[in-house]
């Protein structure tokens, strides 16, 4: 069965930095397009950046751009976010996702990562 698990997630100051992974298994990880989202307190869940199945092409939404960046290794079957400069309203549940292409919906989730960035 499909399986996607994040790590990485942990406290850290603002303008510090964390890289989440997140491991996939029971399916064909290269055929897949693949996302990060995030819950922020009190809020629905909401894209932060997706992947295509090869990693030749991306899309980050506008309050990340510049400061994450999403990457993959087909070979390791493994999703990256890698971020930088983090800010106080980044604080959120993260969850690796996996999409029929690259902007389809979720069609199965992680079981998410807690980020927090506190002084």
């Known amino acids: 069965q499909v399986q996607l698990v994040e790590s990485g997630g942990g406290l850290v100051q603002p303008g510090g930095s964390l890289r989440l992974s997140c491991e996939a298994s029971?399916?064909?990880?290269?055929?897949?397009?693949m996302a990060w989202y995030r819950q922020l307190p009190g809020k629905a869940r909401d894209v932060v950046a997706r992947?295509?199945?090869?990693?030749?092409?991306?899309h980050h939404v506008n309050s990340v751009k510049g400061r994450f960046t999403i990457s993959r290794d087909n070979g390791e079957n493994t999703l990256y976010l890698q971020m930088n400069n983090l800010k106080v309203e980044d604080t959120a549940v993260y969850y690796c996702?996996?999409?029929?292409?690259?902007?389809?919906?979720?069609?199965?989730w992680g079981q998410g990562t807690q980020v927090t960035v506190s002084s």
């Open positions: 992947i295509s199945a090869t990693g030749a092409a991306s």
């Open positions: 029971g399916y064909i990880f290269s055929d897949y397009a």
């Open positions: 996702v996996r999409l029929v292409n690259l902007f389809a919906a979720p069609d199965y």
